[in-house]
């Protein structure tokens, strides 16, 4: 696994916290480097099925997740894309945010 995949899941488990209540499930595809799932067991690195897929290079998911890049203004400006429940993509969003 890489070294972007594992410091993306710590961050993502820091920002969903420890009370993981989360009901549906996120992929998470970064560019030439791997997959992320979010879902109720947790943040973890695989390509499983998921109800909304969001697709971006490292530079870009690097920004959403330490807040420099506003996922919205990627997702407008063609360096997100979102693949299937878009009101799963807003709900992560908000926790991202």
């Not at 995949?5 to 560019?31: H, R, Y």
């Amino acid at each position: 696994m890489s070294d972007v995949i594992d410091d993306a899941i710590e961050a993502l488990t820091q920002k969903m916290g420890s009370d993981n209540d989360w009901d549906g499930s996120v992929k998470f595809v970064i560019k030439d480097v791997g997959s992320i799932i979010i879902d109720g067991d947790g943040v973890r690195a695989g390509d499983d099925d998921a109800e909304c897929t969001l697709t971006a290079d490292a530079e870009t998911f690097q920004g959403i997740l330490d807040g420099s890049t506003n996922p919205t203004a990627a997702f407008m400006t063609g360096k997100l894309s979102v693949d299937g429940d878009m009101s799963m993509a807003m709900r992560l969003g908000a926790v991202l945010g």
